[in-house]
Antibody
Framework: QVQLVESGGGVVQPGGSLRLSCAAS????????MHWVRQAPGKGLEWVAF????????YYADSVKGRFTISRDNSKNTLYLQMNSLRAEDTAVYYC???????????????WGQGTLVTVSS | SYVLTQPPSVSVAPGKTARITCGGN??????VHWYQQKPGQAPVLVIY???DRPSGIPERFSGSNSGNTATLTISRVEAGDEADYYC??????????FGGGTKLTVL
């Protein structure tokens, strides 16, 4: 069965950095695009970033463009999100989510991890 | 940027039908996907490509999309359907877009 397990969350000061990881299993990781989606406390879902199955294309929400970098290591079945210049408004639960399409993205999320909490506070 | 508008809340009695709308400019030309999120849990896909159901999702869940409104319909509502529901599209200029979410309350 598909499993996505995020890690790396924690408390960080404004302006700091953090790297999130998402360990994938139960499917051929190297064949699917992957996303990060976040949810601020008590708020709705916000799409953050997407990476194509082979890492050749990456898309970002305007709110994180230039500060966050999505990447993947298909040999380790792991997705990453490098977050720099963190702000208070980046405080959220960060979910990794599997794209539905094999090789060609479907651009919706058929499996989600349980999320990891990032708190940006001094 | 593309905007999706959902009602903040919908209430329905058990056994009745709940309809949750998702408004967007010419949304009928896009593929709409719906997610259910219960408190403290990750979202779960309940409808994709406007009206398709993933395996394991009850037939009581259905979807439609036309013009400027997409609709998630839950028939014979049960207490266990109480959750937040989000619509989502992929837009060529905005990329991933979610609606603000609708809290479904079962009376």
């Amino acid at each position: 069965q598909v499993q996505l397990v995020e890690s790396g969350g924690g408390v960080v000061q404004p302006g700091g950095s953090l790297r999130l990881s998402c360990a994938a299993s139960g499917f051929t990781f190297s064949s699917y695009g992957m996303h990060w989606v976040r949810q601020a406390p008590g708020k709705g879902l916000e799409w953050v970033a997407f990476i194509r199955y082979d890492g050749s294309n990456k898309y970002y929400a305007d709110s994180v463009k230039g500060r966050f970098t999505i990447s993947r290591d298909n040999s380790k079945n792991t997705l990453y999100l490098q977050m720099n210049s963190l702000r208070a408004e980046d405080t959220a639960v960060y979910y990794c989510a599997k794209d539905s399409g094999i090789a060609v993205a479907g651009y919706y999320f058929d499996y989600w991890g349980q999320g990891t909490l990032v708190t940006v506070s001094s | 940027s593309y905007v999706l508008t959902q009602p903040p809340s919908v209430s329905v009695a058990p056994g009745k039908t709940a309809r949750i709308t998702c408004g967007g400019n010419n949304i009928g030309s896009k593929s709409v996907h719906w997610y259910q999120q219960k408190p403290g849990q990750a979202p779960v896909l309940v409808i994709y490509y406007d009206s398709d159901r993933p395996s394991g999702i009850p037939e009581r869940f259905s979807g439609s999309n036309s013009g400027n409104t997409a609709t998630l319909t839950i028939s014979r509502v049960e207490a266990g359907d109480e959750a937040d529901y989000y619509c989502q599209v992929w837009d060529s200029s905005s990329d991933g877009v979610f609606g603000g979410g609708t809290k479904l309350t079962v009376l």
